[in-house]
Every structure is written in C-alpha cells, then in structure tokens.
C-alpha cells in the first residue's frame, strides 16, 4: 500500500488539514513484476538462437578447410536458428499488439469464412502428414464483433498445434457452433496429448510442455499466450480437456 499525505495550509502556513491519500498498488506490483520477467525471458529466448548463429558463423570464418558436408551441416544450424528468431520476433510483437489494443472493435467477422481460409493455409501441413483434417460449421455464416486478424491468428495457432502434435494418419477436428447465446469453437485432435500437471500452465508465455518431447517440433512457446489473450479481448474463455496419448480438444467460447 503506498500511502502519499498532503499537508493543507492557510496562507499564513498554519495547518488548517490534511489530505490523506491510500492507494492499493498490489495490483500494479503484480503487473510490474509480470513486465520485467517477461523482458528477462524474452532477452533469454532471443538470446539463445543467436548466440548458436553467431558461433557457428564464427567457426566457419575462422576454418578454410572444413569439409563441404560439416559446412552445409553448420549452416542448416544457422538458417533454422535464424528461422526460430523471426518466428520469436513475430509472436512477440503479435503479443504486443494484442495486448495493446484493448479497444473493442466494430468489425464483423464471419467465423466460417474466416476458418476455412486458415483451412486452405493449413491443409499442406496435415496432408504432409496424412492426417484426416475435417471441419462442421451449424450455420453457413457466424458473425461476431471481432478483428479479422485476431479471429486468423486464434484459429491458426490452435490448428497448427493440433496438426503439430498429432502423429502421422491421425485426426484433426475443428466445430464452430453458434447457439442461441453464445459461439463455440472445438478444435480437438487425437495426438500425443498433454500431461495433467502441465495442463495448468500451457497458456503461459514461452511455455512448452517437456522441452525433450518438444525439441523436434519447432515452436516459441508463445503460440496458446496469444490465443488466450485474444479469447480474453473478446470476453470469451478457453478450456482444454486432454490424455496424454489419446489427444487434447481445446474449447472456445465467444459471447455474441
Ligand atoms: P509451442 O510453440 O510450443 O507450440 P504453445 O504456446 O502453442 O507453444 O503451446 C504450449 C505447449 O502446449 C506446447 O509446447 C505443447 O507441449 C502443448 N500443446 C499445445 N497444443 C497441444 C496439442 N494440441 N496437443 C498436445 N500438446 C499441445
């Protein structure tokens, strides 16, 4: 508690009051301490790939004579970690902007529409690893207060990591339903699933579920941070129910 007293004088300074100000700041220490972890870890996370290029650059400048198959080696290290950092940078500053723009928006967006462009984005991905990737929508039109862009980013992510961590011939289920009072999108997958314990913490910003599981799939961590942020803007919630090697559903439920 920060407590900040005035003293009231006359003109001829004698005390004639006093104005006692008490201000709760528990929330902004909270804020504040969210902030600054936030910087450390991101220092951290942008730190760690390029700290990787820069020696592997080094290490080529420094030797004439390394083979053609170490170097080709080496600079396959240095494009994936350049990658990793642009992927970092973009869901940064994805991050930022949407928690920045806490204005609520005029536009209209059509769940459906919206949807099936991020299917046409996706279905690649699912293909290259046969996985049955299906849709149902209970209208043919769902229209909801909301940027486009968001609406994009929240389908993207979610569908990318049911692709991501879903084996080879499995199954990818995304179901928009619009009822009476409110919008519910499931995007449920029968992949590798995720452990109870971790399940409290999935939503948190650059965390990933056992980092050895994690480390062939590419990620920042930051992917459900950003969905959760969204669902939040929109005054919506996000849920998940998931077994681990049976698969995970996330649920989204929009107000309209
Ligand atoms: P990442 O970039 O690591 O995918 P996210 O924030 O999108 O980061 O997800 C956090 C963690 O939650 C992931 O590392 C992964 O372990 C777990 N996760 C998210 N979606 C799924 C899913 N559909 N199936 C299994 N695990 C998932």
């Known amino acids: 508690i920060k407590v900040d007293p005035i003293r009231l004088e006359d003109e001829e300074n004698m005390i004639i009051g006093s104005i006692i100000n008490i201000e709760d700041v528990t929330e902004k220490i909270r804020l504040e301490k969210i902030r600054s972890e936030f910087v450390v870890n991101v220092t951290h996370e942008l730190k760690t790939p390029l700290t990787s290029i820069n020696g592997f650059v080094e290490t080529l400048k420094n030797n004439d004579d390394i083979d053609k198959e170490t170097r080709d080696r080496f600079l396959g290290i240095i494009e994936t970690e350049s990658n990793r950092l642009r992927r970092l940078i973009d869901d940064i500053l994805m991050l930022s902007f949407i928690e920045g723009s806490k204005q609520k928006t005029d536009n209209i967006t059509d769940l459906v529409q919206t949807f099936k462009e991020v299917y046409d984005v996706t279905y690649g991905l699912a293909q290259n690893k046969k996985i049955d990737y299906k849709y149902h929508f209970n209208k043919e039109k769902i229209l909801i207060r909301a940027n486009k862009d968001h609406i994009k980013q929240l389908f993207l992510n979610l569908v990318d990591n049911a692709i991501k961590y879903t084996q080879e011939k499995g199954i990818v289920f995304v179901e928009i339903i619009d ?78």
Do not use: C, M, W
């Not at 452990?195 to 910003?205: A, G, K, S, T, V």
């Not at 994690?214 to 961590?221: P, S, V, Y």
């Not at 939040?232 to 090697?245: A, R």
């Open 179 to 256: 009822k009476d009072d409110s919008i519910t999108i499931h995007i449920k997958d029968n992949g590798i699933g995720i452990p109870q314990e971790d399940i409290p913490r999935i939503f948190e910003r650059f965390y990933r579920v056992d980092k050895a599981r994690n480390k062939k799939i590419g990620g920042t961590g930051l992917g459900l941070a950003i969905v959760k942020h969204i669902v939040l803007s929109l005054d919506g919630n996000i849920s998940v129910n998931s077994k681990l090697n049976e698969g995970t559903e996330f649920i989204v439920q929009l107000p309209k």
